[in-house]
């Protein structure tokens, strides 16, 4: 079955540690993205690439990091220098289309401990 | 960014009631989707709506959109308690980037 698989589902990150969240999909999309939730907000975009090898910022992109070296996978690195990085962290894919929806994986909660 | 704002915040109604859902955007727009998340996981695409259509079905769903004001209503019929969830209203940005509001939170009591 084609789909997007987010790893792991729990991660716990010490003070001053980067941490690196593994995204991959089988679904043959150019278009990938990262989105971060926190409690009771929506959803907002950190990074998004919509061909292998290219990667834009979103909305929130300080202390965030990617690489697109490969369609299939789309990892996020969460640095030292993002200061509130516990959420929820939602990676999606979809082709590159006006009218087409997002595929999302199932998320990867981070907690700072 | 935040394009889309959706209202009520929470909704809480007993199973078999119809729910509905709106949610206001802000600039012009190819379509409006609708997303449902349970808790603790993903979200589930449910239902886009092209800025040219007014009204959509999917099963018990329907969506309708008017342009002029702005807005979307999704609407669910019959609600299960399955229904449990929370929904998001989303709009498509330059860069094919979808802008999320801050969701409904709906609760179907049974």
């Known amino acids: 079955d084609g789909g997007i698989t987010q790893s792991p589902k729990y991660l716990f990150r010490k003070e001053g540690q980067n941490v690196t969240l593994s995204c991959e999909q089988n679904l043959n999309h150019d278009a990938m993205y990262w989105y971060r939730q926190d409690p009771g907000q929506g959803l907002r975009l950190i990074y998004y690439s919509q061909i292998v090898n290219d990667f834009q910022k979103g909305d929130i992109a300080e202390g965030y990091s990617v690489s697109r070296e490969k369609k299939e996978s789309f990892p996020l690195t969460v640095t030292s220098a993002q200061k509130n990085p516990t959420a929820f962290y939602l990676c999606?894919?979809?082709?590159?289309?006006?009218?087409?929806?997002?595929?999302f994986g199932s998320g990867t909660r981070l907690t700072v401990v | 960014s935040q394009q889309g704002e959706e209202d009520p915040q929470a909704l809480s109604i007993q199973e078999g009631e119809n729910a509905t859902m709106n949610c206001s955007y802000k600039?012009?727009?190819?379509?409006l989707q609708w997303y449902r998340q349970n808790s603790g996981r993903g979200l589930v695409h449910l239902i886009l709506i092209r800025s040219n259509e007014r009204e959509k079905h999917s099963g018990r769903l329907r969506v309708t959109l008017d342009t002029s004001k702005k807005s979307s209503s999704l609407l669910i019929t019959a609600s299960r308690a399955a229904d449990t969830a929370s929904y998001f209203c989303?709009?498509?940005?330059?860069?094919?980037?979808?802008?999320f509001g801050a969701g409904t939170i709906l609760r179907v009591k049974s």
């Open positions: 999606a894919s979809s082709i590159v289309a006006r009218d087409y929806g997002y595929t």
């Open positions: 600039t012009s727009i190819n379509n």
């Open positions: 989303a709009t498509v940005e330059y860069g094919n980037k979808l802008v």
